[in-house]
């Protein structure tokens, strides 16, 4: 009788205890899955008649900058080309969609190139940004690729339930990398964010990722840093303590917000050959065309307008 009430006590705490463990597991369970749900986004804000009527005109805004480009301890002349234009984008598929959809988003997509020499070999850089004209989430896509004799590096951030980054490289430390970052305030979107509405750049003290050129050029982890904002009536600054960098843009306080140059400033090498250098950016001339349209021999011209070749 005693081996009985024993063995119902036993079981029935067994009970008891596998049904409080399967409870803790589904509350760990759904948390986990509740840090993975879509992210609540903000507001969209309303466009100004003003932003319509510069940006869905059917051309892209191009313009070209002097550029003066620090890279191993000099200075080197070169051209850098912002292109900003509206398109039509697939956010599942995370590409320029291709036929009207009410699943397609607005977005404001910034090229932007820089070609400059380093003695006999050239560098071509190039980052692409994706960032919704509602004004109310992160990019939703970012890529960089730079190019010279010595190989190629490639990195594309995806914005989905978390950044999602890819990155290859031809040096050992970094070849071929995939990981997902908590997101962030992106150095790359603040560029078209500003072109919308300056305004709503954030300032004070944050956490950002910043550009991808810099982290590729300048070989170090992609993560968040801390940095300060300041925004002026006509100047965006970022100042990272821990990167010894500082970086500003400076625009037009009239829509529709054009940049008229940028600088960067950063400690290139360390010890005794430690030195203070400055990228500088500044703008040559800026058109409005249909670009893609204008492929032909004859269109050279439209170089020669732009201050190139």
């Known amino acids: 009788m005693k081996l009985s009430t024993t063995l119902l006590f036993v079981t029935a705490f067994c009970l008891i205890f596998i049904s409080c463990k399967n409870e803790e597991n589904t509350q760990q369970h759904t948390e986990k899955q509740e840090d993975k749900a879509p992210q609540t986004l903000r507001k969209a804000e309303p466009l100004s008649e003003d932003f319509k009527a510069y940006w869905y005109q059917g051309e892209a805004e191009i313009t070209t900058y002097a550029l003066e480009q620090a890279r191993y301890g000099e200075i080197r002349k070169g051209t850098a080309v912002l292109v900003f234009v509206t398109e039509p984008f697939l956010k599942s598929e995370q590409v320029k969609a291709d036929q009207p959809s009410s699943k397609n988003s607005s977005v404001l997509k910034l090229n932007a190139t820089k070609n400059f020499n380093t003695g006999i070999y050239p560098y071509s850089i190039m980052q692409s940004v994706f960032y919704p004209v509602s004004n109310n989430q992160h990019a939703l896509k970012i890529s960089c690729s730079v190019q010279e004799w010595c190989g190629q590096v490639y990195m594309q951030l995806n914005n989905r339930s978390d950044f999602e980054v890819r990155s290859h490289s031809y040096f050992e430390g970094e070849a071929d990398e995939e990981f ?40 170090i982890p992609f993560k968040t840093y801390s940095a300060s904002a300041e925004l002026t009536q006509n100047t965006y600054t970022l100042t990272y303590p821990d990167l010894n960098r500082s970086f500003s843009i400076t625009f037009n306080p009239q829509s529709p917000f054009d940049i008229i140059s940028w600088e960067e400033t950063f400690i290139s090498g360390q010890g005794n050959k430690a030195q203070e250098l400055t990228t500088k950016a500044t703008r040559i001339k800026s058109i409005k065309s249909d670009y893609w349209n204008k492929n032909s021999n004859a269109d050279i011209g439209l170089r020669e307008s732009l201050g190139l070749d």
Not at 189 to 217: A, C, H, M, Y
């Open 180 to 219: 997902s970052l908590n997101k962030s305030i992106l150095e790359n979107e603040l560029w078209t964010q500003l072109r919308i509405d300056p305004k709503s750049l954030p300032t004070g003290n944050v956490d950002i990722i910043p550009s991808f050129e810099f982290l590729r050029l300048r070989h």
